[in-house]
């Protein structure tokens, strides 16, 4: 279509991209058949039909360091400056389920996120914090059940009705599998915990979102942004299947899982990304899973700006990406939005520059419009043509995982993460050689001397000392006898295959500690070994 | 012609700690592999010990570490420990990753040959292999 002399132009996620589109575009493409309205079916405009105008997203920087105490004080900051959820980081001993005087612990207590051992922890983590006007996501995955147990314990001991508390945990262990890393047990019983929380909250805690189903992860290990939808969405299937074979149905939990995407690259094809993703989930749940009630369908999504789009090379110019990260997120249609802050590329964020991403946020709800109609993107004939072109991009890779055998096998033998991980490298060989331009990185390079220098996010040691004491004080002051029943309980659940999360409940509410539920279930289900594959 | 001289230079990329990042560890393996060294991969979550006891086991000229989650210091100051104890000294030992400026002169002092942090070329890791190992 395009005149010779132009060079020709293909997105990330191979659609290539025309000088310019008119309606024959949008026809050829498929026409409008699957746009329809705002909080309709197939919700391509948005799962709700006021979106914005009622109520801006939910703005979740990403935090935690230390211990609880120095925790607790970073989301009060943050809640002092507007942020309106809460988004957990936790330190690589809890996440891979240590207790910080393990020896393995040993060098990381506190360093990537905040330590927790026991439900003490928590509730000196969120002392202080109104958990129903501040929405709580753990950015959890192994030992994630523990952590949500644990959130829901603490909830329950400050008098909140766990029947109505809102929440988010991550909790996707097959993406950990393919990026990430924090994987614990084998596939299967991850897997089968991951049934198990979302059938435990189905019965228990209704309002509660028991996983985030991450396509960004498996984009930041290096596939396309179409791929990125397409392995969250096979992977959110194989969970739906899960339960399902359990005897629940779809309406009972599809309306409580959520996702979590990523944002960097070419603008239009991530917003299209969204929209095209949006109708897609909402034509697999009523159509495959054979729900019933709209709310089953709805893409509810945090998508924020994404680390693999920063960069180390001239760092302040990842408040400009992320400021354009942020845009794209509400052009495209987010429930919540989270930003990685430009030292990341070097450091955890400083209180200074989470707050610059922070106020790029407030900046589109308070300035600059977004909030003031509903998918403001929708009928330019570029952005319709796309949505329809990524669509059937991610219904391509979806049938061929299935055509694979499906992902938890493809996990299984490692056979997703040696494909991603080669796009990773053809991604790196790229930009090395400059054919996928990066700024600041491959074009338009600054002296090394001209470089600013970031500050640090200084890692105490001190902090994880006192963690320790904390848990040696735990362990002195509890009831011994309790913890040692509600672990017996915990292995003999796990043995006969039945839902671990009332046991986990129990360990959780006597004061057991990660490390040692964590051991219990090894126990019985062993540890995950790695497939290395190349 | 490069690959058959490379050929004779077996690798260890190692992952220490509990870090889960290994895009750029398995980008580097696949950059090592394709310059046609021999290149060895742990996996994630191993301890000094463990990289020590592999790269013996597998007899590398060069042992390579990624690290991405700010513990390297600690790590490195471990495998010191080990390389001393079990006469290693000869391995050219690299570290790449979220390795920041500040922190070099004490991986260095530590007897890190290369730092390659986010941002190194492919290309010159490569390189910096052929000519000393």
């Known amino acids: ?534 | 012609m490069i690959a058959a001289d490379n050929s004779k230079i077996k690798i260890l990329v190692g992952k220490p700690g509990l870090d889960g990042h290994d895009v750029g560890a398995k980008v580097v393996v696949r950059a090592l592999m394709d310059a046609g060294f021999e290149v060895v991969y742990t996996g994630l979550r191993k301890t000094p010990s463990e990289i020590i006891e592999q790269a013996m086991k597998e007899e590398v000229d060069v042992i390579g570490l990624s690290s991405l989650a700010g513990s390297h210091i600690h790590f490195c100051t471990k495998l010191k420990g080990l390389i001393d104890q079990y006469g290693l000294k000869d391995k050219l030992w690299l570290i790449g990753g979220c390795v920041p400026k500040p922190d070099h002169a004490e991986l260095k002092r530590i007897g890190l040959d290369g730092i390659f942090p986010n941002g190194s070329k492919l290309e010159d890791i490569v390189d910096f292999i052929k000519e000393n190992a």
């Open chain 1, 1 to 534: 279509m395009s005149s010779p002399e132009l060079k020709k132009v293909v997105n990330e996620s191979g659609i290539e991209i025309q000088p310019l589109y008119n309606e024959q575009s949008v026809e050829d493409s498929g026409g409008i058949e699957f746009i329809g309205e705002p909080g309709e079916y197939p919700f391509t405009r948005g799962i709700h039909r006021d979106m914005y105008r009622k109520r801006p997203w939910t703005m979740r920087q990403y935090a935690g360091f230390g211990n609880p105490v120095d925790t607790n004080q970073r989301f009060k900051f943050l809640i002092d400056n507007g942020q309106t959820g809460l988004n957990v980081a936790f330190d690589l001993p809890t996440q891979t389920g240590l207790d910080s005087d393990d020896l393995r612990a040993e060098g990381e207590v506190g360093r990537v996120g905040m330590a927790v051992d026991s439900l003490r922890d928590f509730e000196i983590a969120f002392d202080g914090i109104d958990l129903e006007k501040i929405t709580v996501s753990l950015t959890i995955n192994g030992s994630a059940a523990i952590l949500i147990a644990m959130y829901l314990a603490m909830a329950e001991k400050r008098g909140y009705d766990i029947d109505k508390l809102r929440g988010t945990a991550q909790n996707d262990i097959l993406k950990e599998f393919i990026g990430r890393g924090t994987w614990i047990f084998p596939v299967d019983a991850s897997v089968k915990l991951v049934g198990d929380t979302i059938e435990y909250c189905a019965h228990n805690a209704p309002k509660y979102s028991p996983v985030s189903v991450c396509g960004y992860h498996i984009r930041e290990s290096g596939c396309n942004p179409a791929e990125e939808m397409a392995y969250a969405f096979v992977i959110a299937k194989a969970y739906a299947h899960e339960v399902m074979k359990r005897g629940l149905d779809v309406d009972e939990f599809s309306g409580r899982l959520s996702y979590n995407f990523n944002i960097f690259g070419n603008l239009f094809e991530q917003v299209a990304k969204f929209r095209a993703g949006r109708s897609l989930w909402a034509k697999i749940v009523k159509e495959d899973l054979q729900a019933k009630d709209p709310k089953s369908m709805w893409l509810r999504m945090i998508a924020g700006g994404g680390g693999g789009g920063l960069t180390f090379e001239q760092p302040e110019l990842n408040i400009v990406r992320g400021a354009y990260y942020a845009l794209i997120s509400a052009l495209g249609g987010t429930q919540t939005m989270a930003l990685c802050s430009y030292d990341e590329a070097y450091t955890i964020p400083t209180e200074y520059s989470t707050r610059i991403s922070l106020r790029t946020m407030q900046m589109l709800t308070h300035e600059m419009g977004l909030t003031d109609t509903v998918d403001p993107m929708a009928g330019s004939y570029y952005m319709e043509t796309l949505t329809n072109q990524m669509r059937s991009k991610m219904e391509e890779t979806m049938a061929e995982v299935d055509a694979e055998g499906g992902i938890v096998e493809m996990v299984r033998d490692g056979r997703v993460q040696a494909k991603v991980s080669k796009q990773a490298y053809q991604m790196q060989l790229d930009i090395d050689s400059g054919a996928f331009p990066k700024v600041g990185v491959n074009c338009f390079r600054i002296d090394e001397e001209e470089e600013k220098e970031v500050e640090f996010h200084a890692y105490n040691t001190k902090d994880a000392e006192l963690q320790v004491d904390s848990l040696n004080k735990i362990r002195a002051s509890r009831d011994n006898d309790a913890v040692a029943k509600a672990l017996s309980q915990l292995k003999a659940d796990a043995k006969a295959d039945v839902n671990v999360m009332p046991a986990i409940m129990e360990a959780v509410k006597a004061y057991a500690t990660v490390g040692e539920m964590t051991d219990a279930m090894v126990e019985v289900f062993g540890r995950y070994q790695e497939p290395i594959r190349f």
